[in-house]
T-cell receptor, first 111, second 114 residues
Framework: GQNIDQPTEMTATEGAIVQINCTYQ??????LFWYQQHAGEAPTFLSY??LDGLEEKGRFSSFLSRSKGYSYLLLKELQMKDSASYLC????????????WGAGTKLIIKP | KAGVTQTPRYLIKTRGQQVTLSCSPI?????VSWYQQTPGQGLQFLFE???????NKGNFPGRFSGRQFSNSRSEMNVSTLELGDSALYLC?????????????FGSGTRLTVV
């Protein structure tokens, strides 16, 4: 079957760094997405990884290891507004472009 | 450009009734996917429409149905509502071409069944 695992909840301190992990088992792999979702709002796109390695976008970075079926989202210099759920999604090769979603990680930032 | 528009934003219905939700995709996006989101369950895929044809379908009962019009706008319908259908319903539109196909969500319709 196809499966994506993320921690349910994480807590971090304002100004610190946090790493949110995502592991996946899917039938083939096109790419991996990270989305941010604030409570009661729509998910918004953060990053898309296809090749192995780290991609940096300001305070947010996303890492992918295709051989290990593993990704992480790294958030630096945490701000209170980063309190949100972070969703990992994979595009398998045989899914006709339909994404497979993890249940999301709720990140709580404390002052 | 305008984003994905979902209407209505909030809806309260009684058990046994039916409901229709609407989604207008980003201009040029021909694919519309629908999801149900409940606390702790993540995004559960309902179905996807592309050029008025259902291309993918999730594991939901036949009470959940949808359609897409020639202008790419999509509707989903839930008949004989149950209390468990209370959820945030999200639609996402995309170009559905290439590996990163601009998957963009609407703000959702929050349905409460009482």
């Amino acid at each position: 079957g196809q499966n994506i695992d993320q921690p349910t909840e994480m807590t971090a301190t304002e100004g610190a760094i946090v790493q949110i992990n995502c592991t996946y088992q899917t039938s083939g792999f096109n790419g991996l997405f990270w989305y941010q979702q604030h409570a009661g709002e729509a998910p918004t796109f953060l990053s898309y990884n296809v090749l192995d390695g780290l991609e940096e976008k300001g305070r947010f970075s996303s890492f992918l290891s295709r051989s290990k079926g593993y990704s992480y989202l790294l958030l630096k210099e945490l701000q209170m507004k980063d309190s949100a759920s972070y969703l990992c999604a994979v595009s398998p090769t045989d899914s006709n472009y339909q994404l497979i979603w993890g249940a999301g990680t709720k990140l709580i930032i404390k002052p | 450009k305008a984003g994905v528009t979902q209407t209505p934003r909030y809806l309260i219905k009684t058990r046994g009734q039916q409901v229709t939700l609407s989604c207008s995709p980003i201009s040029g996006h021909r694919s519309v996917s629908w999801y149900q989101q409940t606390p702790g369950q993540g995004l559960q895929f309902l179905f996807e429409y592309f050029s008025e044809t259902q291309r993918n379908k999730g594991n939901f009962p036949g009470r959940f149905s949808g359609r897409q019009f020639s202008n790419s706008r999509s509707e989903m319908n839930v008949s004989t509502l149950e209390l468990g259908d209370s959820a945030l319903y999200l639609c996402a539109s995309s170009t559905r071409t290439g590996p990163n196909y601009g998957y963009t969500f609407g703000s959702g319709t929050r349905l409460t069944v009482v």
